[in-house]
Each structure stands twice: as C-alpha cells, then as structure tokens.
C-alpha cells in the first residue's frame, strides 16, 4: 500500500482523492446555497465565530482560544492599514503568534 502525506497525515492516495471530492462537493454545496438565496451572506467574521464555539465547546481550554482569537485582531489591524486604535492585550511576534496557533493546532489534533 502506497501512503501519501496531507496536512502530515499518512493516507492512501484514494483517502486523498476521497478527501479532495468531498472538500470540492460541499464548496459546490455551499456556493448553490448562495445561489439559491438558502445562505444570505456570508460572516464577516467566520474565524471568530468558528472559534468561539471551539471555547465554548473545550472551555477548559478558553484561554488557548481566547489569545489566538487576539492575535488575529492584530493580523487584522496589521493587514487593514492600522487606521485604528486595536485593544491588544499584549505586544506581539512571530513566537507569540506561532506559540497561540500551534496550541490551538493540538487541542484540534486531539478533540
């Protein structure tokens, strides 16, 4: 049996395909939706709410979530012309960023 890597997972090529069909059928699935008027906007926010629920959902974990949620406001003041004043709780770099998404990547690895 032939394994291929994806995202650091060992899988068969078919698991691959399989994988890249699915992902591929629900876009389709979710642009009809827009299509149809099913689905009337998208969030502006769709991070934020994704990872709200995560707190909510592993609240023994809140404060993994809460600091990478801050860290995307500052991406966000960062990349939209820092034309306002942000609320960070904290200074920020690469290690800060790094550490708040890799400790979010685990407890995703493991729920």
Not at 22 to 50: C, M, N, W, Y
Request: proline share 2%; net charge negative; glycine share 2%.
């Amino acid at each position: 049996m032939n394994l291929t890597s994806l995202s650091d997972e060992e899988m068969t090529l078919e698991e691959v395909v399989q994988y890249y069909e699915t992902s591929q059928r629900s876009l389709f699935e979710f642009r009809e939706g827009i299509k149809r008027g099913a689905i009337q906007e998208i969030p502006d926010h769709l991070e934020v709410d994704i990872l709200e629920n995560w707190k909510a959902y592993r609240h023994d974990r809140k404060a993994v979530f809460s600091a990478l949620l801050s860290a995307l406001n500052y991406r966000h003041w960062m990349a939209h012309g820092r034309y306002w004043k942000p609320r960070l709780d904290r200074k920020y770099d690469f290690n800060t960023v790094y550490t708040a998404c890799y400790a979010v990547d685990e407890i995703l690895k493991t729920s």
